[in-house]
């Protein structure tokens, strides 16, 4: 799994790319329109770019964004506050505590942030939902997360 997740990583750092946007330059995340993740395909079922920062969800051909039960989330954070991976485990830490989420772990390795998140079922899920992420900091990129 570790090999699959760098071989991600990797490519998506050549899918990194600059364009220009109204007077200045950013980031744009080449990202594929599909994934294979743990022998199941995922295909780019929505993507939505807020200016600093991208999502890009994958879902099973059979499920669409009101109702799934497994995703692959790419994430690209332009990083305009060139956060460290250190600043950035910190303000997810307070966001999990201040939005009541107890089960988490965040920590950095060889220039990497991983991390899980547990939620509980809300009114917005039923279910319980683990999320796992590996994500970087690509020079003239940003912050680029593989979830999953």
């Given amino acids: 799994m570790k090999k699959y997740l760098l071989l991600v990583a990797v490519s998506l750092l050549s899918g990194c790319t600059l364009l220009p946007q109204k ?17 199941k395909n995922y295909y780019l079922s929505y993507n939505k ?24 989330e790419l994430l690209l954070d332009r990083n305009e506050e060139d956060l460290s991976l250190g600043e950035r485990i910190e303000l997810r830490e307070k966001v999990y505590k201040n939005t009541g989420i107890e089960h988490f772990n965040l920590y950095e390795k060889d220039d990497m942030l991983y991390g899980f998140v547990i939620y509980a079922p ?20 940003g912050f680029v997360q593989y979830q999953y």
Wanted: net charge positive; hydrophobic share 30%.
């Fill in 23 to 39: 007077n200045n330059v950013s980031a744009t995340l080449d990202a594929p329109k599909n994934l294979k993740h743990n022998g």
């Fill in 49 to 72: 770019d807020l200016g600093s920062v991208a999502r890009y969800m994958y879902l099973e051909k059979k499920e669409n964004t009101k109702n799934w039960k497994s995703a692959v």
């Fill in 122 to 141: 809300s009114a917005q899920h039923n279910d319980w939902q683990v999320n796992v992420s590996k994500g970087m900091n690509i020079e003239d990129c």
